[in-house]
């Protein structure tokens, strides 16, 4: 699944103008100190190959300005998202504050590992990049055999809804619009077992889904 560059870069810069607007009036410490209770909740609901450890080798991809890079202290941590530089003007984003995660700013779609991860996150960031299959391959590629892939989308829960959208762009923050089977098929073409699925959350149009998965 591919989407114009057009309708992507519009997505970016809405992107960039959303986390500056979101995040105006909020106090860096306070919002981060939510985020660690966040991702420390996501984190326990995992099983054990989840947990925080030496040797653990970890992808953050599309991590955004406060990522599960900020909740992982023992693992090695690379973060990858195309708009780094614009959360570094924020007072939220420090990555000096993070020694032991390797920041890249580039695209997930240009993106290739030296080395194969034993867990990839990918946490509300795939329907945002422009060329679904080829980031979902390259994550494929990322992982090593019998490693985890955590990954979340919104999901359609309504058909008529998600042909409404994907013609006229109401969610312009996501340029892919999904519904479960679309976001499950899109995994499986790339490669991935789907071995659970945890709902986050629902609301009137989307739901929220997690998917674990392994190649």
């Known amino acids: 699944m591919q989407v114009s ?20 009036k909020k ?17 326990r609901s995992l099983p054990e190959w989840a947990a925080d450890r030496p040797g653990l080798d970890i992808l953050d991809a599309g991590s955004g300005p406060a990522g599960i890079f900020i909740y992982y202290r023992k693992a090695r941590v690379t973060a990858v998202d195309p708009l780094l530089a614009a ?23 240009n993106y290739r590992a030296s080395e194969a991860f034993d867990l990839i996150f990918c946490i509300n960031a795939i ?17 090593r055999p019998g490693g985890k892939l955590v990954i979340s989308s919104d999901v359609h829960r309504h058909g008529a809804l998600r042909k409404i959208f994907r013609l006229i762009p109401g969610d312009l923050l996501h340029p892919h619009q999904m519904d479960e089977k679309d976001f499950r098929n899109a995994l499986l073409s790339a490669g991935f077992r789907i071995r659970e699925a945890k709902p986050l959350g ?10 674990v998965a392994d190649k």
């Open 27 to 43: 106090s860096a410490n306070d919002y981060l100190a939510w985020k660690r209770a966040y991702w420390e909740r996501l984190v």
């Open 127 to 143: 329907n945002h990049v422009q060329d679904m299959q080829q980031v979902l391959a390259g994550l494929h590629a990322s992982l």
């Open 87 to 109: 959360y570094e003007k924020l007072p939220h984003f420090s990555p000096s504050a993070y020694p032991h995660v390797a920041f890249q700013s580039q695209r997930l779609e």
């Open 202 to 211: 629902r609301q009137a149009i989307f739901s929220y889904l997690l998917l």
């Open 5 to 24: 560059d057009k309708r992507w870069k519009a997505a970016q810069f809405a992107e960039r103008l959303w986390w500056k607007n979101y995040l105006r």
